[in-house]
C-alpha cells in the first residue's frame, strides 16, 4: 500500500511559477512510476507528465511541455511538479499518482495509487 499526499499548491498570478510536491509512504517508492494529473472544473482529468522509476525517462502533455517539468527524489519518497510561466488554463486540481508496474503512463487506469489533490489557481 502507497499513500500520497500533495502540497504546494495555491494562488498565483499569470506568468508565476508553484512548485508542487508529492510524499509518499512506503519502502516501495523507488520502484514505482509516477504521474501528475490535473482536473479543471467541468472538465475530465487529464495527463500532465509522468516520469520513470529512474527519473531518466519522462513524459510530457503537449500543453505543458517547456513549462511543466517533473522530477523525483527518491531518497525522500517524493515527486515534484515544478510549474513556471503559467497560464489561467492551468488553473485545476493536481493529482499525483503512483504506477507499481509500468515506466510512466499517460493513461489514468495504469495507476495504482492516488493522491488528494492539491488545488492550483491561477488569475489573470
Known amino acids: 500500500q502507497v499513500q500520497l499526499v500533495e502540497s504546494g499548491g495555491g494562488l498565483v498570478q499569470a506568468g508565476g511559477s508553484l512548485r508542487l510536491s508529492c510524499a509518499a509512504s512506503?519502502?516501495?517508492?523507488?520502484?514505482?512510476?509516477m504521474g501528475w494529473f490535473r482536473q479543471a472544473p467541468g472538465k475530465e482529468r487529464e495527463f500532465v507528465a509522468a516520469i520513470s522509476w529512474s527519473g531518466g525517462n519522462t513524459y510530457y502533455a503537449d500543453s505543458v511541455k517547456g513549462r511543466l517539468t517533473i522530477s523525483r527524489d527518491n531518497a525522500k519518497n517524493t515527486v515534484y511538479l515544478q510549474m513556471n510561466s503559467l497560464k489561467p488554463e492551468d488553473t485545476a486540481v493536481y493529482y499525483c499518482?503512483?504506477?507499481?508496474?509500468?515506466?510512466?503512463?499517460?493513461?489514468?487506469?495504469?495507476?495504482?495509487?492516488w493522491g488528494q489533490g492539491s488545488q492550483v489557481t491561477v488569475s489573470s
Open positions: 512506503g519502502r516501495t517508492f523507488s520502484s514505482y512510476a
Open positions: 499518482a503512483a504506477d507499481a508496474l509500468g515506466s510512466g503512463s499517460r493513461r489514468e487506469r495504469e495507476y495504482d495509487y
